[in-house]
Nanobody
Framework: QVQLVESGGGLVQPGGSLRLSCAAS????????MAWYRQAPGKQRELVASMSTGGYSDYSDSVKGRFTISRDNAKNTVYLQMNSLKPEDTAVYYC???????WGQGTQVTVSS
C-alpha cells in the first residue's frame, strides 16, 4: 500500500505561481513514476506532468514552459512548480503513483482575479 498526501493548492491571481507537493509513504518501490493530473469541473481528468525515478519527465502541451515537475527521491516527494498561471489552469490537482495506480486526495487550485 502507498499513501499520497498532497499540499500547496490555493487561490492565486492570473500570472501568479504556486508549488504543489505530494509525499508518498508506505511500501515504496525502488523504481516508480509519479505524476500530476488535474480535473476541471465538467471535464475529464488529464495528465499534467510525470517523472520517473531516473528523472525522465513529460508534460502536456498546455503547461509546457510554465510548469516544472521535480522530485526528491530521498523524501519520496514530487513537486509541481506552476508559473504564469491562467484561469484555465483552475482544477483539482491529483498526484498519482505507479506501480499500483495510487492516487492522492486532490488539492484545489483556483486562478482568478
Amino acid at each position: 500500500q502507498v499513501q499520497l498526501v498532497e499540499s500547496g493548492g490555493g487561490l492565486v491571481q492570473p500570472g501568479g505561481s504556486l508549488r504543489l507537493s505530494c509525499a508518498a509513504s508506505g511500501t515504496i518501490f525502488s523504481s516508480y513514476v509519479m505524476a500530476w493530473y488535474r480535473q476541471a469541473p465538467g471535464k475529464q481528468r488529464e495528465l499534467v506532468a510525470s517523472m520517473s525515478t531516473g528523472g525522465y519527465s513529460d508534460y502536456s502541451d498546455s503547461v509546457k514552459g510554465r510548469f516544472t515537475i521535480s522530485r526528491d527521491n530521498a523524501k519520496n516527494t514530487v513537486y509541481l512548480q506552476m508559473n504564469s498561471l491562467k484561469p484555465e489552469d483552475t482544477a483539482v490537482y491529483y498526484c498519482r503513483y505507479n506501480p499500483g495506480n495510487y492516487w492522492g486526495q486532490g488539492t484545489q487550485v483556483t486562478v482568478s482575479s
